[in-house]
T-cell receptor, first 112, second 114 residues
Framework: GENVEQHPSTLSVQEGDSAVIKCTYS??????FPWYKQELGKRPQLIID?????GEKKDQRIAVTLNKTAKHFSLHITETQPEDSAVYFC???????????FGTGTRLTIIP | DSGVTQTPKHLITATGQRVTLRCSPR?????VYWYQQSLDQGLQFLIQ???????AKGNILERFSAQQFPDLHSELNLSSLELGDSALYFC?????????????FGDGTRLSIL
């Protein structure tokens, strides 16, 4: 099936360091950009989202930035902790016509 | 707890069989979405219902069908099951029909085809 471009596919980060995951969206008319976290064997959970009228949104150690010129948005996690280990998915609401399409996912591993 | 309820949690069946997965959305949500997640794969959108009507369709096989009932719960029917249908099936719900809003996921149904 179709998926939104997301990089990297895997990421290992030393505990306490920062992690950045990038997602490229397809349509300049897109106006909603969510990030979901899925721990092993669990359901995806929305952790942060941003609308196109702002360039950045922050929630404690998590932030999302939006670059409308380059058509990508990024998830930033600072001061990473072991519980941040999970698969992270972005989503593009305008990819592939009338459906919210998820990225291929990034498996983040925090090394203690 | 997301407020989205999926049953059963696990389902084991054989090839050629038919199963029904059930989803109750969060209170107040009118949209229900179904996704398939195979091992180490991403989330593949199957279908969306809004207030009882089909709203959007993804890569859903003809052997699969879904519906949303007047009480807003939804069922996903999978028939003539094949080994490749083994996967986690998630249901999600949102308030409106617009895809530009948060989706709340249930805990999923793990389907194993033997």
């Amino acid at each position: 099936g179709e998926n939104v471009e997301q990089h990297p596919s895997t990421l290992s980060v030393q505990e306490g360091d920062s992690a950045v995951i990038k997602c490229t969206y397809s349509d300049s008319a897109s106006n909603y950009f969510p990030w979901y976290k899925q721990e092993l064997g669990k359901r995806p959970q929305l952790i942060i989202d941003i609308r196109s009228n702002v360039g950045e949104k922050k929630d404690q150690r998590i932030a999302v930035t939006l670059n409308k010129t380059a058509k990508h948005f990024s998830l930033h996690i600072t001061e990473t902790q072991p519980e941040d280990s999970a698969v992270y998915f972005c989503a593009d609401p305008n990819f592939g016509n009338e459906k919210l399409t998820f990225g291929t996912g990034t498996r983040l591993t925090i090394i203690p | 707890d997301s407020g989205v309820t999926q049953t059963p949690k696990h389902l084991i069946t054989a090839t050629g069989q038919r199963v029904t997965l059930r989803c109750s959305p969060r209170s107040g949500d009118l949209s229900v979405y179904w996704y398939q997640q195979s091992l180490d794969q991403g989330l593949q959108f199957l279908i969306q219902y809004y207030n009882g009507e089909e709203r959007a369709k993804g890569n859903i096989l003809e052997r699969f069908s879904a519906q949303q009932f007047p009480d807003l719960h939804s069922e996903l029917n999978l028939s003539s099951l094949e080994l490749g249908d083994s996967a986690l099936y998630f249901c999600a719900s949102s308030v409106g029909s617009n895809r530009n809003q948060p989706q709340h996921f249930g805990d999923g149904t793990r389907l194993s085809i033997l």
